[in-house]
């Protein structure tokens, strides 16, 4: 069982940036690909981004490349979410994820833990 606690979120303006956090429980947690998704208000739960747990290859959703950042720290068994030139655009709830495997799903259907999500509101 894997129990997982975002937190960093926040109100911030366009150009600003964030970086969310996602702590595990579970002392597994570095044998799991790990994820980030979004929903905004009336819109489904869209990919963002995700590390594997074993070579640490990224994914990322176009909409973000080049401006967010996924990374780990299995030592403090901890994923996170570095948001830069932030826009309106990507506010949302943002949650994290974590699935086993050989390899990690780009869409909602598939991850197997998530967390409650965290608030990120870009002012224009």
């Known amino acids: 069982q894997v129990q997982l606690v975002e937190s960093g979120g926040g109100l911030v303006q366009a150009g600003g940036s964030l970086r969310l956090s996602c702590a595990a429980s579970?002392?597994?947690?570095?044998?799991?690909?790990k994820g980030w998704f979004r929903q905004a208000p009336g819109k489904g739960r869209e990919f963002v981004a995700a590390i594997s747990w074993n070579d640490g290859s990224t994914n990322y959703a176009d909409s973000v490349k080049g401006r967010f950042t996924i990374s780990r720290d299995n030592a403090k068994n901890t994923v996170y979410l570095q948001m830069n030139s932030l826009k309106p655009e990507d506010t949302a709830v943002y949650y994290c994820?974590?699935?086993?495997?050989?390899?990690?799903?780009?869409?909602?259907?598939?991850?197997?833990?998530w967390g409650q999500g965290t608030q990120v509101t870009v002012s224009s």
């Open positions: 994820a974590a699935v086993r495997g050989w390899t990690f799903p780009v869409v909602e259907k598939g991850w197997e833990y």
């Open positions: 579970g002392r597994t947690f570095s044998s799991y690909h």
